[in-house]
């Protein structure tokens, strides 16, 4: 497997994750709680995301099959989802749906709703591993459970610097303050539109529109 798609599949999956812009959300929903209650929560809704990636990264391919719809047309849509979701990133439209949500879920374990899910494994997270899986097994040189390792390990890996970031969170959104918060957002903004169009291209060409 090559290191280029290595480092793809993790900006990518980094980037729609986005660990840095939860982390301040995850201080806010367990704010008042003790060190070890913060942990088992993160530990918790960790583990629920990467369950929850792993079934899409798994089964989505199959689920697309079974009810007709071809991976050219679910790269560009999906390329399309990210680009809107890029787009909330760029003009700062995701927080205050996130601290809306952080809000009205002070009264409850909040590590399967809403951090496990929609916040790690959301639905752009849930179409980039399908993409990405979906890529692995058309490149892959050798083995294709080669590929599909790989890209399981890469979201294992953003999902643990997720949970290393919920253990420095406090120390972090000090350090970082506003300014910081609004510049990174913005940057992975960008990346991520990026990426976004590169799906839709790559699931043009997949389909044979250009050829002739």
């Known amino acids: ?28 929903l367990t704010r008042g709680m003790s060190a070890q209650k913060r942990r088992r929560i993160g530990m918790h809704a960790c583990l629920v995301a990467i369950g929850l990636l792993t079934t899409f990264g798994l089964l989505g391919e199959a689920l697309l099959n079974f009810v007709g719809i071809s991976m050219s047309a679910f790269r560009i849509s999906g390329g ?15 927080n205050p749906r996130r601290e809306g949500q952080a809000a009205h879920d ?51 890996a953003v999902v643990a610097c997720a949970f290393l970031l919920f253990q420095v ?7 970082l303050g506003k300014t ?16 976004s169009v590169q799906f839709v291209i790559d699931g043009v060409k997949a389909s044979g529109l250009l050829h002739g």
């Open 1 to 28: 497997m090559a290191l280029g798609f290595i480092i793809t599949s993790f900006v990518t999956l980094f980037v729609i994750i986005e660990p840095i812009g939860i982390t301040p959300i995850f201080i806010a």
């Open 80 to 94: 399309i989802l990210l680009f809107l979701t890029a787009l909330d990133m760029l003009f700062e439209r995701r």
């Open 106 to 156: 002070d009264d409850h374990d909040p590590s399967v709703f809403p951090l496990a899910m929609p916040l790690l494994a959301g639905p752009g997270a849930m179409t980039s591993m399908i993409l990405l899986v979906g890529q692995a097994r058309e490149g892959a040189a050798g083995s294709v459970w080669q590929g599909v390792i790989a890209v399981h390990v890469v979201m294992v």
């Open 169 to 175: 969170a406090a120390p972090l959104d000090r350090a």
């Open 180 to 195: 910081g918060n609004n510049v990174i957002t913005r940057l992975l903004g960008m990346l991520l539109a990026g990426l």
